[in-house]
């Protein structure tokens, strides 16, 4: 055997494992976007969970406040404000995560409906109007008045 044979075996293994490399490494990548996913939808549900955990123990005062908005003064408006600011928050991030491709878009449309269901309410409306769209940006409000029309 000489030389040039032992070189070009040589190539040939660095070749097969150059190969398996590239496919461990897009098996690495592929397990890496899963767990990112999921990071991500659980940090979504934790918002949305302190979200409705403040929204629960007011529940009285978010029906009066979805129904009467008007009628509130500036610092029950506020406490309204912090807890729709909250949740739509929560919205927000869950619209950017499925527009950098984290989540699919039969997730994002089955979570929107729910706020475009409270959109049903004078209170809800009036916020959103006043005070929503110019916290939140403007291709989430694009999308989420998109929503509510559709409804």
């Given at each position: 055997m000489?030389?040039?044979?032992?070189?070009?075996?040589?190539e040939?293994?660095?070749?097969?494992?150059?190969v398996?490399?590239?496919?461990y490494l897009a098996?690495?990548?592929?397990l890496n976007?899963?767990?990112?996913?999921?990071?991500?939808?659980?940090?979504?549900?934790?918002?949305?969970?302190?979200?409705?955990e403040?929204?629960?123990?007011?529940?009285?005062?978010?029906?009066?406040?979805n129904?009467?908005?008007?009628?509130?003064?500036?610092?029950?408006?506020?406490?309204?404000?912090?807890?729709?600011?909250?949740?739509?928050?929560?919205l927000?991030a869950?619209?950017?995560?499925h527009?950098?491709g984290?989540?699919?878009?039969?997730?994002?449309?089955?979570?929107?409906k729910?706020?475009?269901?409270?959109?049903?309410y004078?209170?809800?409306?009036?916020?959103?109007?006043?005070?929503?769209?110019?916290?939140?940006?403007?291709r989430?409000?694009?999308?989420l008045?998109?929503?509510?029309q559709e409804r």
């Amino acid at each position: 055997m000489n030389w040039d044979a032992i070189g070009a075996g040589a190539e040939l293994l660095a070749a097969i494992g150059g190969v398996a490399a590239v496919f461990y490494l897009a098996f690495q990548i592929r397990l890496n976007t899963r767990a990112v996913r999921s990071a991500s939808i659980d940090s979504w549900v934790t918002a949305i969970v302190y979200g409705n955990e403040a929204m629960a123990a007011a529940d009285e005062f978010i029906s009066q406040a979805n129904e009467n908005y008007d009628e509130l003064d500036d610092h029950r408006k506020k406490i309204y404000h912090r807890a729709l600011t909250q949740i739509y928050n929560a919205l927000e991030a869950l619209y950017f995560h499925h527009t950098n491709g984290v989540i699919d878009i039969q997730f994002l449309e089955t979570k929107m409906k729910a706020a475009a269901y409270g959109h049903q309410y004078p209170g809800v409306r009036k916020w959103w109007s006043t005070r929503g769209i110019a916290i939140f940006d403007p291709r989430f409000v694009k999308y989420l008045d998109n929503m509510v029309q559709e409804r």
